[in-house]
């Protein structure tokens, strides 16, 4: 499938495969799509944390409205972001471009400032905004990836973060959940597998001027 046969096949699975295991090829293959998603100055407010435990995506259902899909797919991904974002992170991020690109640190002291002073202004709601949004893109990049391998997907934002973040233990870590995402095979027993994907024609959807 191309592109555009991938994103027409996809859908928001309603019932997985139980049985139907994703390798740690795929899972490899998903979190490196998910770590090259482009984010606000390549900083990276985001995590994802894989819950392998079956007790504990069992223990998640109940703080997900019922919605049988976080314990059923084959593996489920929780989007994450952190819950303060301070000026030693964008140390770390310059430190990862002298490592990457073999320049000096003096040599970025200019952008590191800018950057900082971007960090240094938000507050407590503003931050929070910022790192959400930059959740939803690792969620799309995450889709679309899921999509071209032929992977199925079900993206949730109806939980309760509170108790996730209680059960996962995300406090330590300075993170809080933001969006979950089962992943691995529908069930043949899914109808919504057959349905025709409902959106706007092409015409509809852009406006030029």
Not at 34 to 62: C, D, F, H, M, W
Not at 87 to 93: L, P, Q, R, S, T
Not at 161 to 186: M, N
Request: charged share 30%; with cysteine.
């Amino acid at each position: 499938m191309d592109f555009i046969e991938s994103m027409e096949w996809r859908y928001a699975v309603k019932v997985f495969n139980a049985d139907k295991k994703l390798t740690e090829e795929q899972i490899s293959y998903l979190i490196s799509a998910a770590n090259l998603t482009a984010t606000s100055y390549g900083l990276q407010p985001n995590k994802i944390v894989r819950v392998k435990n079956t007790e504990t995506r069992a223990k998640l259902v109940e703080h997900s409205y019922g919605q049988k899909q976080v314990s059923e797919a084959s593996d489920l991904l929780v989007i994450c972001s952190e819950k303060k974002y301070t000026e030693n992170k964008v140390d770390d991020y310059a430190d990862r471009i002298v490592e990457t690109r073999s320049v000096s640190k003096d040599s970025l002291s200019g952008m590191v400032n800018m950057i900082k002073g971007f960090v240094g202004r938000m507050d407590v709601s503003e931050t929070k905004n910022w790192t959400v949004n930059q959740a939803y893109i690792v969620l799309g990049n995450l889709l679309a990836a899921c999509a071209v391998e032929g992977i199925d997907s079900c993206p949730i934002a109806g939980f309760i973060p509170s108790k996730y973040d209680e059960i996962l233990d995300l406090e330590k870590e300075g993170l809080t959940s933001v969006l979950v995402l089962p992943i691995g095979y529908r069930d043949e027993s899914d109808k919504y597998s057959e349905f025709g994907k409902i959106r706007m024609k092409n015409e509809e959807f852009i406006i030029e001027r």
